[in-house]
C-alpha cells in the first residue's frame, strides 16, 4: 500500500472514530455540520502566521518553518476528509512520487497557502464550486516549496494521526487525558513533542507499532 493511500485509511478510520459513521454526510454524530473547506482555510492562514510576513513586527525575526510543517500536516488531515466527504480519494495517488525543491522557497509557500486560502473560502460560500482538486494541487505545491515530499508527509502525518487517535482512546473529549509528558531528559514537555521524538528514533514504525509506543510512554511518563 503506498503511503497515500495508508493516510487516507487512517484518516478515515480516525474520523469514524470522533464523529462517528455519519459524517461522511457532512454532519458529526452529535449532529454539528462540519466544513472540512473552512478548516482548510483557517489552517493555511495559521500556516501563513509561521513567517514574518507583518512589516511593522519582528522585523528581523526569522520564519517558524518547523510550525509551517505542522500546519501543513493539519491542512492534509482536512483535505483527505473533504476528498472521502466527496467520494474521490485516488486522484491524490498522482502525486506520490511528487518530487520537492531542493531550497525551501519562503514567499512561494505564503504565496501559494495564501491561494489556498482564497480557493477554499471561495468554494465554502458558493457550494455549486468543486475546489477540491485545486486546493490539493496548491497544497502539493506548497509542499515542494518547504522542501517536503511524500515520505516526510507521511511521517508528520502519521505521528499526528495517531497521536490523536491516542487522544481521543484515553479520554481526551471528557477532559481526563493527561497532555504533559516527561521527555528522555526528564523535561515536562507537550506529547506531540515526544511523540515526535518516538517517530524520529523509530522512523519505520507502522501505525500499530508507533500507537504502542505512545502507549507505553503514557502509562510510564505522563504527568498525573
Known amino acids: ?3 497515500i493511500k495508508q493516510m487516507f485509511k487512517l484518516q478515515q478510520a480516525l474520523n469514524d472514530a470522533t464523529n462517528g459513521l455519519i459524517w461522511t454526510e457532512g454532519a458529526t454524530k452529535e449532529g454539528r455540520q462540519i466544513s ?6 483557517m489552517e493555511a492562514a495559521e500556516a501563513i502566521d509561521s513567517f514574518n510576513w507583518k512589516h511593522w513586527k519582528d522585523i528581523e525575526g ?3 518553518l518547523d510550525n509551517a510543517k505542522v500546519e501543513l500536516v493539519d491542512i492534509w488531515h482536512f483535505i483527505m476528509s473533504e476528498a472521502i466527504h466527496f467520494g474521490d480519494t485516488q486522484f491524490a495517488e498522482a502525486y506520490v512520487d511528487m518530487q520537492p525543491e531542493r531550497e525551501i522557497n519562503p514567499e512561494m509557500t505564503v504565496e501559494t497557502l495564501e491561494k489556498i486560502v482564497a480557493v477554499a473560502a471561495n468554494a465554502n460560500v458558493d457550494k455549486s464550486k468543486n ?3 485545486e486546493i ?4 502539493f505545491k506548497a509542499l515542494a516549496t518547504m522542501n ?4 516526510e508527509l507521511y511521517k508528520r502525518y502519521l505521528v ?3 497521536l490523536n487517535t491516542f487522544r481521543q482512546d484515553h479520554g481526551y473529549k471528557e477532559g481526563s487525558y493527561v497532555k504533559m509528558w516527561l521527555d528522555d531528559k526528564g523535561n515536562i514537555v507537550e506529547d506531540n513533542v515526544v511523540a515526535f521524538a518516538i517517530m524520529d528514533k523509530n522512523p519505520e514504525l507502522t501505525p500499530e507499532q508507533f500507537y504502542k509506543k505512545l502507549e507505553e510512554v503514557y ?3 505522563s504527568i498525573n
Open 36 to 41: 472540512w473547506l473552512r478548516c482548510i482555510y
Open 1 to 3: 500500500m503506498n503511503q
Open 160 to 162: 499526528k494521526n495517531q
Open 136 to 139: 490539493t494541487g496548491l497544497f
Open 62 to 64: 526569522q520564519p517558524d
Open 131 to 133: 475546489a477540491l482538486y
Open 148 to 151: 517536503m515530499n511524500v515520505a
Open 219 to 221: 502509562k510510564n511518563d
